[in-house]
């Protein structure tokens, strides 16, 4: 039997055959166990999440001004135009 050491906690639930199956052929070709792929999985997942959905306070005054610079027309410079011509790593 396996024991967990302090710092874990066990998480289990029900999946299908089919998906579990899937999950361990994925695990498998990284060489991985399935615990490991789908604690990887779900950790890149929430974190996109809470990324996504990150709340940035700032106050009324900082609002306001991010407000009016956003109302004002796109100037290019140097800097950014040269930001959007390299290559995107995702590309």
Do not use: C, G
């Amino acid at each position: 039997m396996q024991t967990l050491s302090v710092d874990t906690v066990r998480i289990q639930f029900k999946a299908p055959p089919m998906k579990r199956d899937l999950i361990d052929k994925a695990a498998k070709l990284l060489n991985i166990s399935r615990t490991d792929f789908m604690l990887s999985i779900a950790t890149e997942y929430v974190e996109e999440v809470l990324f996504d959905r990150r709340e940035h306070i700032v106050t009324d005054s900082t609002f306001e001004r991010f407000s009016q610079l956003m109302q004002q027309p796109f100037v290019a410079n140097k800097k950014l135009s040269k930001a959007f011509d390299k290559a995107k790593p995702w590309e």
